[in-house]
């Protein structure tokens, strides 16, 4: 689509500067999440734009401050014009931060609610303070959403108080533009300091600390990426940082110019940062962990990836698509609201959506299934009828599974059971298990196709190279579909790659396939299986604590032989 400008409203719109945190998108306020969802208009810069664009509406212009400008300037302003580079993603070129403030009021000024986001807080970017005058001298009227600032959030995820019981002295100084005076007055306090410096000058830094009178042994963490997945910290002395970062193969680096929080202090770091680092001793801090399921499957098992600390990366290895023919689907749906059904049962959430779906299309809701005794087959096909509006009357008190299902079904009995029959909407590859456990049990069975799985199409080459080039640290498998599926459009993970399997066919699958399984689910279910990787992260961190050595993930191990496939 070819870029289009946006369109004009009133001649005053509005801004909100909103400072976006220093980097874990949790610690968003719900009122920038509010302003976000409403935005016209979102500029940033790139890291930024990490942060906030996940709660962006369809279709906000995104304008990049780190890019440079190639936009045609707006007639009699001389600012670049704000256009939508296509329908859905709208990503305008922009110029450098000096430009930004001419951006912001240009796009406010055609009547548009503008999101002028900021690392921290904007009270704390210099930035944003001369924006922030453009636009009161402009007339155009603004509103300032408050957002935590790296120098407290970081050291809070470092696990480094910055206050203790006696109520020390805390003071902030940013190097980059502290003076001789500023160095001064915190070396002759006794108090904590927090110091937002860069990598490459934090040695520097500690010595201007040691040179007024803070003393060599004065300890110090200095904390990198600090609240996200990507996040370290080092604890030293203000004598002995520079040695420590050396060692840590951290000086002299391409990276050395990010940016970082520096605490000092006698009563913030080394003792208690042993037993208060909460978010770097997460049982699978920093894993990326290949989530191959379908978009929809696999939203619930990333977040609970990301509550222990994993990078998920979700992967589709199956796509879901209508039956070729719908004609016993529409037949089996109308039987439901005529009565022809004494039961339906539910095996996966795709079944539930393809129901729901014909149900909209017919002009149905959950009250057609007044009458009908409703059966579900796992927690989250549970979770997605209660989401239509309905309660099931049976799920499975044991296995999570058809067989599960068939060990709670009651019998046909004539007596209790004015109708014998059972709606079974399923996927075109499921096993034949359940159908034959209910006429076992003397129920006839409507066995409906209601959706067909396809193979996905491969994912980007980089994916491809990480999977079998062991930049993966676990790979999550449910279903021996998803084996067998990963290893045909992507080939087989790395020797060095964890494999979870969630029960022992799918385990059985990954082994028929030259994978040898670290981890099983105790019971069959996506979230019992991620308890369980995460059992064995903790396991595994505790282990290499215990003998002294760093805790690294699986996939820093050292090349070495290729894993033996297991035989158990």
């Known amino acids: 689509m070819s870029p289009t400008t946006l369109p004009a409203g009133p001649e005053h719109g509005h801004v909100t500067f909103l400072g976006a945190g220093p980097g874990d998108p949790g610690l968003l306020t719900l009122r920038a999440v509010e302003a976000l969802t409403n935005a016209d208009v979102l500029v940033a810069g790139h890291e930024v734009l990490d942060v906030v664009r996940v709660h962006a509406r369809s279709g906000v212009a995104v304008v990049d401050t780190d890019t440079e400008s190639s936009s045609a300037p707006v007639p009699g302003t001389g600012a670049p014009q704000l256009t ?3 329908g859905t993603s709208t990503t305008a070129p922009a110029p450098a931060v000096r430009d930004a403030a001419h951006l912001v009021m240009e796009a406010a000024r055609g009547g548009r609610r503008v999101v002028r986001a900021v690392s921290g807080d904007p009270g704390l970017d210099a930035y944003a303070a001369e924006e922030m005058l453009a636009c009161a001298r402009a007339g155009v009227p603004f509103e300032v959403v408050p957002g935590v600032a790296a120098a407290v959030g970081v050291p809070a995820y470092a696990g480094v108080p910055l206050r203790d019981a006696q109520g020390a002295d805390v003071r902030f100084v940013d190097a980059r ?5 500023c160095w001064t007055e915190v070396g002759a306090s006794d108090g904590t300091v927090v110091v937002s410096t860069t990598l490459d000058s934090v040695g520097a830094a500690a010595g201007e600390l040691v040179a007024a009178g ?12 600090g609240t996200t997945t990507r996040q370290r910290t080092w604890t030293a002395t203000l004598g002995t940082i520079a040695q420590t970062l050396k060692q840590a193969k ?12 520096a605490v000092v202090g006698e009563r913030s770091a080394a003792a208690q940062r042993d037993q208060l680092s909460w978010f770097e001793s997460k049982p699978l801090f920093g894993w990326k962990v290949l989530v191959p399921r379908t978009k929809e499957q696999a939203a619930s098992l990333s977040d609970q990836l990301r509550s222990y600390g994993a990078v998920p990366h979700e992967v589709p290895t199956i796509a879901v698509e209508p ?16 009565g022809r059904y004494e039961w339906i049962a539910f095996t996966s959430v795709n079944a539930v959506k393809a129901v729901r779906e014909k149900f909209e299309e017919y002009g149905l809701d959950a009250r057609a299934f007044a009458g009908i005794k409703v059966a579900a087959v796992g927690e989250q096909t549970a979770k997605a009828l209660i989401a239509f509006g309905v309660k099931p009357d049976l799920v499975p008190s044991g296995e999570q599974s058809a067989a599960g299902l068939l060990e709670d079904w009651p019998p046909y009995d004539p007596v209790f059971d004015p109708i014998d029959r059972v709606f079974l909407p399923r996927a075109d590859i499921a096993t034949e298990t359940l159908v034959a456990g209910l006429i076992e049990l003397g129920w006839e069975v409507d066995d409906v196709t209601a959706y067909r799985t396809v193979r996905a199409s491969p994912p980007p080459a980089e994916t491809r190279e990480a999977i079998k080039g062991g930049g993966f640290d ?20 790395h020797n060095v790659t964890i494999i979870a399997c969630i029960g022992p066919a799918t385990a ?13 689910a105790p019971e069959p279910s996506v979230h019992k299986l991620t308890e369980a990787l995460a059992d064995f992260g903790l396991k595994r961190r505790a282990a290499a604590v215990e003998a002294g050595d760093p805790v690294t993930r699986p996939s820093e191990r050292r090349p070495g032989a290729r894993r033996r496939r297991s035989t158990t």
């Open 250 to 261: 951290v000086l002299p680096s391409p990276e050395g110019g990010r940016p970082v929080i």
């Open 323 to 338: 039956p070729r023919t719908p004609q016993q689907m529409e037949r089996a749906v109308k039987g439901l609201v005529t």
């Open 474 to 493: 676990a790979v999550l498998f449910t279903s021996s579909s998803t084996v067998r599926n990963l290893v045909g459009i992507a080939g087989k993970p």
């Open 508 to 520: 059985k699958t990954a082994q028929e396939h030259g994978l040898r399984v670290d981890v099983m």
């Open 177 to 181: 533009t502290a003076s001789d005076r």
């Open 84 to 86: 939508v580079v296509d």
């Open 214 to 225: 803070r003393k060599p042994d004065t300890p110090m963490t200095v904390t990198v990426a």
